[in-house]
């Protein structure tokens, strides 16, 4: 697993020694390197198995792909909310550590298996205008958007690099005014939260 920069000593601590164990659900948020049923991992290879074992499905999913909302570059996608996101998403606060989104991206309207996934996980209760959030997109290698031989555009905390120009740059406006505000609820950082 990647741990780079900038974590919350919390975190870091409960990363370096959270392998193979488990605990309550209030701290199951950021102490597992492996991920939990309402918390992604944090690092492209942990990100990718998490994903492949399909537990974000069983979050607050859009019935159906459906093509980018304004001013988004994702394409046709379907966005996954974690209870943490979806039991306030009409309300008007920031969320709480913890919350998470899954988008998983398609090729068009009728294809049924994800070509790229995009990921967000608040690893503090500040979003400390981006830095307290883990960012993680992986792309079809004939994307347009940048990314390494491995797809992966994000995979990292706002702080520096990609996660800070592409992702937080954008993100940043959610709810700032009509255009960055295309879903009920958006604020904070999360454009479309599911209820
Ligand atoms: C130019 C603006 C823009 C950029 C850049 C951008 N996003 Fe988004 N993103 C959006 C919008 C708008 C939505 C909501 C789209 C929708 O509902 O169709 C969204 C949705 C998401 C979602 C689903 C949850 C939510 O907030 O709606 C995730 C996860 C996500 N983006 C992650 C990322 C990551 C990771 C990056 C950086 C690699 C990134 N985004 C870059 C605009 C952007």
Redesign the pocket.
């Known amino acids: 697993m990647r741990i780079d920069g900038m974590l919350t000593p919390t975190l870091a601590l409960t990363l370096l020694g959270a392998c193979g164990s488990s605990s309550s659900p209030s701290t199951a948020s950021m102490d597992s390197g492996a991920g939990g049923a309402q918390t992604p991992p944090m690092g492209h290879m942990a990100v990718e198995a998490w994903l492949a074992t399909g537990q974000y499905k069983a979050w607050h999913c859009?019935k159906a792909v459906?093509?980018?909302?304004?001013?988004?570059?994702?394409g046709f996608?379907r966005?996954?909310?974690n209870d943490l996101?979806s039991s306030r998403a009409t309300g008007t606060g920031s969320w709480p550590e913890g919350a998470?989104?899954?988008?998983e991206l398609y090729a068009s309207l009728t294809s049924t298996t994800p070509v790229g996934?995009?990921?967000?996980l608040k690893t503090a209760a500040d979003s400390a205008a981006g830095a307290n959030w883990y960012?993680?997109?992986r792309v079809p290698l004939d994307s347009t958007?940048p990314h390494d031989s491995n797809g992966v555009?994000?995979d990292g905390p706002g702080t520096t690099g990609?996660?800070l120009s592409?992702?937080?740059?954008?993100?940043g406006?959610?709810g700032s005014d009509m255009a960055?505000t295309?879903?009920p609820g958006?604020r904070d950082?999360?454009?479309?939260?599911?209820p």
């Not at 998470?100 to 988008?103: D, G, N, P």
């Not at 996934?117 to 967000?120: E, P, Q």
């Not at 592409?166 to 993100?171: E, M, T």
């Open positions: 859009e459906h093509a980018a909302r304004f001013p988004s570059p994702h996608n966005i996954c909310s996101i998470a989104a899954v988008k996934y995009a990921v967000y960012w993680y997109e958007v555009v994000a990609t996660p592409i992702c937080v740059a954008c993100h406006a959610v960055h295309p879903s958006g950082f999360v454009y479309t939260p599911v």
